[in-house]
């Protein structure tokens, strides 16, 4: 069946690259432009968390396999187009006309706050099976699949949710300004940034308002200028992609616009990779809390391990 199987994988290839890179922000696979960004910020983020490689693969994905991190850019997910999921259309300059309120705004902002939010707390809830003692295999199989409906195992479907929330984070720092360097005016196709250093307190707050200044791109699809005239536009402020230098593990100069100028996409990246670490720890704190620590202990050995039968 070599036939079928090339056929399989050069059409796999073709959806993957028709996958809109501003509704996706940091991509999802190499080569065709890409560079895989979301699976190497979590892989920097989560490496040293304990994970077994066929968990952590599951997380991470590879090759043609999207892992847990990037099922929101699956083009059948059906998240490809929703702002909230990908942080986008917080979009409003203090000058007369422009044409999206500052309240709509704000409302695009809190949305994809909510979204990451809603999906954490799924994931923790999703745990509740990992926790008996006398737990039968399927609730910790592997070979998820991340498709928006039934998932094979709990593990699976906590890993799942969780992914949909590290996604929308990293999206964050890759859509929006929060870590651009960028002094000066505002204007339509170059906004100011607001220099954030690392994590946004922000995203990790539960009701606070955004940050005054913040804003993320306006994408309503293709083509941005007719869709998004007189909007500061995704591609106005996306970081999507850049260098990354494997045997420092270290990110490089972007490849956009915006990533290109004063360290833009080094910068979004690297507080991608640290809020992505901080959320899971985030994670594993919130499970002992709501578990205890017995229970907790079982749910977190299954979660990581590559054997949970073996958990006790």
Known sequence: MPRRSTYVALTVATLLVSIPRQAGAFSVISGFGYHAEHRRITRLALQSEGFGPATFREIVGGGLRFGAVAAADK?????????????????????????????????????????????????????APLAAPDAPRNVYALDCRFNGRTEISAKCAVLGAFGLALHA?????????????????????????????????????????????????????????????????????????????????????????????????????????????ARWRQMERQIYAIYGAEAGDLILCRLKSDRPADCR
């Not at 990451?116 to 994931?123: C, E, G, K, L, V």
């Not at 941005?224 to 230098?245: F, M, P, Q, S």
């Not at 915006?258 to 690297?270: E, L």
């Open 75 to 127: 083009p059948w997910r059906g998240l490809s187009g929703v702002k909230a999921a990908h942080c986008d259309g917080g979009d409003h300059l203090a000058t007369p006309g422009y044409p999206q309120t500052a309240a709509a705004a704000q409302a695009n902002l809190l949305a994809c706050r909510a979204f990451i939010w809603t999906n954490f707390d799924a994931s923790i809830a999703a745990a």
């Open 169 to 277: 984070a990293q999206d964050f720092y890759a859509h929006t300004n929060w870590t651009d360097a960028n002094p000066g005016p505002a204007t339509g196709d170059g906004p100011p940034g607001l220099g954030g250093d690392g994590p946004a307190p922000f995203l990790f707050a539960r009701d606070a308002p955004p940050p005054p200044g913040l804003i993320s791109g306006c994408f309503e699809g293709y083509p941005e200028g007719w869709r998004c005239e007189g909007r500061v536009r995704h591609r106005d402020l996306n970081k999507d992609t850049g260098a990354y230098d494997a045997t420092t593990a270290t990110f490089g100069d972007g490849l956009t616009p915006r990533g290109r100028q004063v360290g833009n996409f080094r910068r979004a990246a690297g507080a991608a990779v640290a809020d992505s670490q």
